[in-house]
Nanobody, 120 residues
Framework: VQLVESGGGLVQPGGSLRLSCVVSGSIIRINRMGWYRQAPGKQRELVAD???????NYADSVKGRFTISRDNGKNTADLQMNSLKPEDTAVYYCNGIIVRVGAVGTLQYWGQGTQVTVSS
């Protein structure tokens, strides 16, 4: 199972970016997908997650600015980030809680991360 992120980059304060995550491999079901971030010198934190029934959860710091979505048919999860602030600068990681072929129960997988830099 692999998770591959795309869409990071440099953006000015107030701008927007859209991150995408694609899950590939021998998957039976993706229970939850989420986006985490880690800024230099800080712990990795949850930004937003979404279950397979579409229910979502957001960190207080991004509520009203970020929107997570997923396409169960394509095994993808996107994070639309609007009104970006310098404090949103971090490496963003895609996370999946996945049931895969040949495994018992769920396993957690991570992408390699994509850099988001918000600066003028």
């Amino acid at each position: 199972v692999q998770l591959v992120e795309s869409g990071g980059g440099l953006v000015q304060p107030g701008g927007s970016l859209r991150l995408s995550c694609v899950v590939s491999g021998s998957i039976i079901r993706i229970n939850r997908m989420g986006w985490y971030r880690q800024a230099p010198g800080k712990q990795r934190e949850l930004v937003a997650d979404i279950s397979n029934d579409g229910s979502t959860n957001y960190a207080d710091s991004v509520k009203g600015r970020f929107t997570i979505s997923r396409d169960n048919g394509k095994n993808t999860a996107d994070l639309q980030m609007n009104s970006l602030k310098p404090e949103d600068t971090a490496v963003y990681y895609c996370n999946g809680i996945i049931v895969r072929v040949g495994a018992v129960g769920t396993l957690q997988y991570w992408g390699q991360g994509t850099q988001v830099t918000v600066s003028s």
